[in-house]
């Protein structure tokens, strides 16, 4: 049995609280707070972080890690990031700038990024179809990262897991590379 812990990030609103519910086992752990930050339209806000477990198919152990979408948060990032053997990012194609958006995390992420495998879930694409998925492979392509970028809807669990599946079959293609 093996246990990987995976980081789960994204803009306020993304749905990182809500990924999390859809799959864990154990009642998540949550540190949402009535919303004191009257920019963002949310009437609760994740100011520390959720955690939440599953147990794969196949017996391996997944525990997410929530973070806070906030950049002012950012120290959290790197805390939270130790350990961890992969990164999704959640995106909101609802937000005014989500290509900034995603440019604010692969270059909050940029050290860990390096070496571990991460997936982008992109939200809300069905009502706010623009940018496209190609735009958003066309942004990591600028700052030479090349990741999967999955159209997802959060609130369901198939959505959630085929992010983590996606996660974690780039994992094991790259430890099989590294014994090759
Ligand atoms: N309509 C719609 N709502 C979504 C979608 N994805 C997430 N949501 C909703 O957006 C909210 C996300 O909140 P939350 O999980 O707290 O976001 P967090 O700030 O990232 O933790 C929830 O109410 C979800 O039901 C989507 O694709 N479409
Ligand atoms: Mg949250």
Known sequence: MKEYKILLTGTVGAGKTTA??????????????PNSDTSIDKECTT???DFGQLTLDNGDR?????TP???RFD???KILIRNALGVIVLMDNSRPDPLGDLSTYTQGFAEA???????????????????TLDDYAERLAVTGLVFPILGVDVRSRTDVILLIDTLLMQLEADMRGETE
Do not use: K, N, Y
């Open 20 to 33: 999390i519910e859809r799959v864990s086992e154990t009642p998540p752990v949550m540190t949402d707070v």
């Open 47 to 49: 100011v520390g972080l």
């Open 62 to 66: 997944v525990r997410l890690f929530g």
């Open 69 to 71: 979408g906030q950049a």
């Open 75 to 77: 120290f959290l990032w």
């Open 113 to 131: 990024l390096r070496t571990l495998p991460c997936v982008i879930g992109v939200g809300r694409l069905d009502a706010h179809p623009v940018p």
